[in-house]
């Protein structure tokens, strides 16, 4: 089990950026895969990005050259940089550890973009 916190997200006109960071408590190379998801109003969650243990990235069609995950090992954080936001990137981010058969969830942070 490891704790997240997201942090970072807030208010931004469409076309621009943020930057999220999820920082866990335990080493993130421990855990098979990190991902970030945001879950809209009315809608369900959904993947946006995710980083395996060894580097692999992936990433949702609608989010694909806009937005990148990295991480820092040393510091067990995990970010998700956010440009050319638009409107339809407002939703709440979560941060998540993936053990395979279960996840581990951050509390979420709120990204709106205003048009």
């Known amino acids: 089990q490891v704790q997240l916190v997201e942090s970072g997200g807030g208010l931004v006109q469409a076309g621009g950026s943020l930057r999220l960071s999820c920082a866990a408590s335990r080493n993130i190379l421990s855990i098979a895969a990190m991902g970030w998801h945001r879950q809209a109003p009315g809608k369900q969650r959904e993947l946006v990005a995710s980083?395996?243990?060894?580097?692999?990235?992936d990433y949702a069609d609608s989010v694909k050259g806009r937005f990148t995950i990295s991480r820092d090992n040393a510091k067990n954080t995990v970010y998700l940089q956010m440009n050319s936001l638009k409107p339809e990137d407002t939703a709440v981010y979560y941060c998540s550890a993936d053990w395979g058969l279960v996840k581990d969830w951050g509390q979420g942070t709120q990204v709106t973009v205003s048009s």
């Open positions: 980083i395996a243990r060894y580097g692999h990235t």
